[in-house]
Each structure stands twice: as structure tokens, then as C-alpha cells.
């Protein structure tokens, strides 16, 4: 019986060692203060990277995956510039007074335009961080805007107020023109600058519609 009850352990050990996972490999040392080390995903899983800084919600975003560069709008009332390839955090602009909901690059030029709950947008020098003009006249939160750095123009949409839009000459600051015919929210508006054309959109308690705009003329050009 000695044998046959020795055999049985070393049948049960073997098992044993050959069910039970290897131990995971050691944590690296990490000095104090030190971030924890970013957990990958799991192979397949289509998450490549997440970016954490703010201290509140994330209202926009533009990125050029080209240069490797994000750009951030926050309800903490700031921006961020981030490194697409690390998740870093290059910079940090602060001078909004309240939520930034909507921001407009172009990581070439080196410049953004936010637009913000403070009334206000303002245009941005990505590599120092300054702000380069303040933008005013509306008469409620900047909601959405569309820019072109090029064309040095952008266009404004407001959340409430008088429902105006603006359209904006980047090297001054001032206000070129105004475009009146929403009744509610303006939710959205994208623009072609070249062809000189911006398309808004509105819950307006009439008609929910959107507007084509002559960026060259005070006046709406076509609704439906």
C-alpha cells in the first residue's frame, strides 16, 4: 500500500503545479509621487489609449493625427495639447472664465480658437500657450465654432441669447458680420470659408431647421 499511496501525492502535486498560473512578473519600482503604470488593453480590444487631466467633463476635441497632436475643451474651464503617441499632456491654457464647450486647431499654423461659456472666444498660440485675442460680443455662451486659419476667418454659434452668429477676423479680433434668423439653440455650425458658405443647426421652437449662409452677405441665404 506504501507505494500505491505515494504514487497518488506525487500524481496530485504534479497536477497541482501544472494547473495552478504562474505567479505574475514583480511590479516595477516606482519612486514616490510617481503615476502608476498604464494597464494595456487587452490584445484585440480596440482601445489604444486613454487621456486623463481634467477635473472635469471633456466637451470637445480636434487632433491631427498627422503631427500627433489633441486638443482638448473642458468644462474646467481649460484646454489641454496633448501627445497622441504617449496620452501626455504638453500644455495647459488657461484664461476662460467658465466651461470652454468647443475648440478649433490647426496644429501647422500652430494656433486654436476655443469657444466658451464666459461669452467670449479666444485665439491661441499652441507653442506658448498665450492668447493671442479675445474675441466679444456675444450676449451668451459661444457654443460651436468653425475656423480657418488659413482664410483667417472663423464663425461663432451661440447657446442662447439672440441667437446670432458671428463671423470673426482672426488677426484682429474684431466681428465682421453678424448672421440673424434663429429663433432657438444653435447646436452646430460648419463652414467652408473658400467657398464662403456655413451651414448652422437650431432647435427652433418654429421649425428645427438648419441654415445655409452667404458668408459674404448679412442675410440668409436658404432654409429648409
Not at 77 to 89: A, F, P
Not at 180 to 192: E, I, L, N, R
Amino acid at each position: 500500500m506504501a507505494p500505491m499511496w505515494t504514487l497518488f501525492i506525487l500524481a496530485t502535486a504534479t497536477t497541482r503545479a501544472a494547473t495552478t498560473p504562474a505567479p505574475p512578473p514583480p511590479v516595477p519600482f516606482l519612486p514616490p509621487g510617481a503615476p502608476p503604470l498604464p494597464t494595456p488593453p487587452p490584445p484585440g480590444y480596440p482601445l489604444v489609449r486613454k487621456f486623463e487631466g481634467h477635473s472635469r467633463g471633456v466637451s470637445g476635441v480636434a487632433a491631427d493625427f498627422q503631427t500627433r497632436r489633441a486638443m482638448s475643451a473642458s468644462m474646467d474651464h481649460t484646454l489641454k495639447l496633448w501627445n497622441v503617441d504617449t496620452g501626455h499632456c504638453l500644455r495647459t491654457f488657461h484664461g476662460h472664465s467658465s466651461a470652454v464647450w468647443a475648440v478649433a486647431t490647426d496644429f501647422k499654423i500652430r494656433q486654436a480658437v476655443s469657444a466658451s461659456g464666459d461669452k467670449t472666444l479666444k485665439l491661441w498660440d499652441l507653442d506658448s500657450g498665450r492668447c493671442i485675442h479675445n474675441f466679444t460680443g456675444h450676449t451668451s455662451d459661444v457654443y460651436r465654432v468653425a475656423a480657418d486659419f488659413h482664410m483667417r476667418q472663423a464663425i461663432s454659434s451661440p447657446w442662447g441669447g439672440d441667437f446670432v452668429l458671428k463671423l470673426w477676423n482672426l488677426d484682429t479680433g474684431s466681428c465682421i458680420r453678424n448672421f440673424t434668423g434663429h429663433v432657438g439653440f444653435v447646436g452646430s455650425v460648419v463652414a467652408d470659408f473658400k467657398v464662403r458658405r456655413a451651414i448652422s443647426a437650431s432647435k427652433d421652437s418654429d421649425d428645427n431647421s438648419m441654415k445655409l449662409w452667404d458668408l459674404d452677405r448679412s442675410e440668409e441665404h436658404t432654409s429648409e
